[in-house]
């Protein structure tokens, strides 16, 4: 330990909270709902690197990895949102002599001072080692209101093998929820944001008939069931026509949630994000339409390529749907009307000055990745 680490609190402190015991192979585990403040004042991060040639298992508990600076900053915001909940357990560590459960009251007490009053003090900062929920904890030293109790996971006198084993478990079994299935839960909130109306408009060119994205677009992140090509993930056309929309999607919904008013675009920034005025005044049928056309006039370029399911063709997947998205705030601008709104007209003249035919959308003119997707947009921001 650091020579920080060794310093002791000035007093005794002893932290009682109700809990439940849970028996299970490796152990008792005890399932507690801890204030926020206290969590973060027990708590502490065993950040360390695994050396290759060390066979300490001591080592491989630097399990705990860095702090992201990125997430940290993203969770101190998320957690003073309106709807702000960590709902699943927070999981830390505890030495079996700074712990005692009471069967009777179905509580834990944790204290910086041992048991065995022989041994020395530690400081309370120092109680409880985190297994997993790092970056939450850290997020939560950013709230700023009165309650955020947090469900906590208790390990008590678990060795460092044990320990090293969970974090494992927690860490590298889980899976995360599919970008697409998440936006399409935001179909699901009542009240309006970013994300549900992006989901919606993506819904409503994915069902109409006469859409250049009609049963196109892969809704959930699988495929559906009778469709044979759905080249763009539901993923990739919401996140592109939301950062059409807002530049902080998360803090408009929390705006949203709370009944404020969102401010509209300012004058230098509707050239970035030209649907925002219409997303601020609930138009949102204009942004639907506005898409359609321009899709339309891409669709009306270059029929054969938007039709052409190949592999080798990019037009109509992710990397030219892409392209094409950025490459809306180059034409509104050459059509120089701050409303984010180019009229169809506009549109067709735009693409017949591209210089590509259908047979130029390939994997050898546009590579796959990034790279094909920056190429692309470069010819399309070259038209004037």
Same mark, same amino acid.
């Given at each position: ?114 048991? =065995? *009053? ?5 400081? +309370?900062?120092?109680? /409880?080692?985190?297994? !997993?929920?790092? &970056?939450?904890? %850290? ?6 209101? =009165? *309650? ?5 996971? +208790?390990?008590?006198? /678990?060795?460092?093998? !044990?320990?090293? &084993?969970?974090? %494992? ?216």
């Amino acid at each position: 330990m650091t020579e920080q680490m060794n310093l002791v609190d000035p007093d005794p402190v002893t932290l009682k909270f109700e809990c439940l015991k849970a028996r299970q192979p490796i152990g008792d585990v005890f399932l507690a709902s801890i204030p926020y403040d206290q969590l973060v004042k027990i708590t502490y991060f065993d950040v360390r690197r695994v050396l290759q040639d060390d066979r300490d298992v001591e080592r491989y508990l630097g399990i705990q990895r860095p702090l992201i600076r990125s997430r940290v900053d993203g969770l101190q915001k998320y957690v003073n949102f309106f709807d702000a909940s960590f709902p699943t357990a927070i999981i830390i560590a505890v030495e079996e002599r700074f712990a005692d459960y009471d069967e009777k009251t179905k509580t834990i007490s944790l204290s910086n001072v041992p048991r =065995d *009053e022989s041994q020395p003090e530690i400081p +309370i900062r120092n109680i /409880a080692r985190v297994l !997993d929920g790092q &970056h939450r904890i %850290a997020g939560l030293r950013g709230f700023e209101g =009165d *309650e955020f109790d947090v469900p906590v996971t +208790i390990f008590v006198g /678990a060795d460092i093998a !044990d320990q090293a &084993h969970i974090f %494992a478990t927690v860490n590298l079994e889980q899976q995360k929820v599919n970008k697409s299935l998440t936006y399409d839960l935001y179909s699901l909130a009542k009240s309006r944001s970013p994300q549900k109306t992006c989901h919606n408009v993506a819904v409503v060119l994915d069902q109409d008939k006469n859409s250049p994205f009609y049963m196109r677009i892969k809704r959930l992140g699988v495929s559906t069931d009778g469709r044979k090509f759905e080249p763009i993930s539901q993923a990739t056309f919401v996140e592109a026509l939301m950062a059409f929309v807002s530049a902080e999607p998360k803090v408009d919904r929390d705006k949203l949630l709370k009944g404020e008013l969102l401010e509209k675009a300012a004058a230098d920034e509707i050239w970035k994000r030209p649907f925002r005025n219409m997303f601020v005044e609930e138009r949102d049928l204009k942004i639907v339409e506005v898409v359609f056309n321009y899709f339309s006039a891409v669709k009306e370029r270059w029929p054969i390529a938007w039709a052409n399911n190949d592999k080798g063709n990019m037009l109509n997947r992710t990397n030219g749907f892409r392209a094409f998205m950025r490459a809306y705030q180059h034409v509104h601008k050459l059509h120089r009307t701050p409303t984010g709104v180019v009229p169809k007209p506009f549109m067709d003249e735009f693409m017949k000055k591209v210089p590509l035919e259908d047979r130029d959308f390939n994997t050898d003119n546009f590579k796959p990745g990034s790279a094909g997707e920056a190429a692309l947009l470069s010819v399309l921001r070259d038209v004037q």
